[in-house]
């Protein structure tokens, strides 16, 4: 028996079903409202809007939850790699060892890009900014075999995604070189995905780099942490796309540009600049926190917050964790850790934080791992990207193998001008 809602407005009561998913969260179907009422419903930033039934992530907000096909968060970024996590997100079981394989060899097989994509490289000036360079890439390698721009049969899809995971490594290393005006280093099909990618960053072609075991394990577990993360902008953005019937690769393409803003995937850079301002200016964080506070232009407390979690935001604490073993073991002391705790502790104090649960969220220690590792911080999103692509790909299949899934279309509140007569040019003065 499906619980119901009612609604009553203008003398009329609709019933409304209700929906409630597997972790019992609920939901009001109001598929029929518009047809039954004449209403729609306004939500501005979908706050309170599902877009859709989704089998891959669960997040409970208030709780500080985070399962991945119904694995904790906690034990994947212990237990797993990212390349598993990838194989779990996108096909919902782990791999046995023969899949794992397949996979692994897959993305082998898939991780030089043809050459002809280095004119393509070429053509961007050396600050082109690189999430605009991995967009308009990972459209351009989708031209190469055509084939897995639409993958239709989809028992055969372990291909397409391997080959996009495996590709979007090599583009985004070669983005980087470039913007040095270093050569591209070819991958090395010995060495582990996130290996291999640190090779492409940092080797030369007379000097291999040798990533240390800590430093893989910290990039692998930050991947791990970044992989899914069920209906954010980008995510919505990937399965908007695909729900046109777009490609694979426009979808993921379309993802990279949403995640790119500030107030996502862009957080991350813009931690680090905020921690570095204050280095550099030698505000005071009480003066500082009081600007945020009082909503000063340009003062927001960057990597803080979040739309779902009002607790804390479980990979943060993992990666501050990460961030404190990483740095031992490499011997770095980066003064921005020091200064990103204390200014967690004040804020975490002040009831203006407290009252709206403001936490540090995924972005808050990510930019500090990342600098240790050596990655640039124009790369720290495109470093988010690089561990958001099996969720994009898990997403966009499950609205491609979804047979009731309808274009997304979103009506709207019109507030513009009703009627107005045409004046001719000559009549306007
Ligand atoms: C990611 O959705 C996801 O899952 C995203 C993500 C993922 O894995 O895909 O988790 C990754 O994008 C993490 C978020 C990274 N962004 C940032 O760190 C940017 C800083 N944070 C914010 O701008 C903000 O918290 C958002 C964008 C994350 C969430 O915005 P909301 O849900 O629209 O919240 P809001 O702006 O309505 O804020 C509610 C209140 C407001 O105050 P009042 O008007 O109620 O008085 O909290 C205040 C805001 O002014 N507030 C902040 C703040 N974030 C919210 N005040 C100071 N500093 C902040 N960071």
Partial sequence: MTDTAQLHYNGQTIDLPVVVGTQKETAVDISKLRAESGLITLDNGYGNTGSCSSAITFVN?????????GYRIEVLATKSTFVETAYLLIFGEMPTSSQYTEFRRQLVQHEFI???????????????????????????VGCFEPVFMQPEDDEHFMKPAARLMSKIRTIAAASYRKSLGKPIVYPRSRLRYVENFLHMMFSSPYEPYEAPEAVVEALDRLLILHADHEQNCSTSTVRMVASSQANLYASVAAGVCALWGPLHGGANVAVIDMLQGLVDSGEKLDRFIARVKNRDAGARLMGFGHRVYKNFDPRATIIKESCHRLLEKIGVDDPLLDLAMKLEEVALKDPYFVERKLYPNVDYYSGIIMRALGIPTDMFTVIFAIGRLPGWIAHWREVHTNTNARIDRPRQIYIGDTVREYVPLEERG
């Avoid at 907000?61 to 096909?69: A, D, P, S, T």
């Avoid at 043809?114 to 351009?140: K, Q, T, V």
Wanted: aromatic fraction near 6%; glycine fraction near 8%; hydrophobic fraction near 40%.
């Fill in 61 to 69: 907000g208030e709780k500080g939850i985070l399962k991945y096909r």
């Fill in 114 to 140: 043809h050459e002809d994509m280095r004119h393509h490289l070429d053509g961007f000036p050396p600050n082109a900014p690189p999430m605009a360079i991995l967009s308009a890439m990972i459209n351009a």
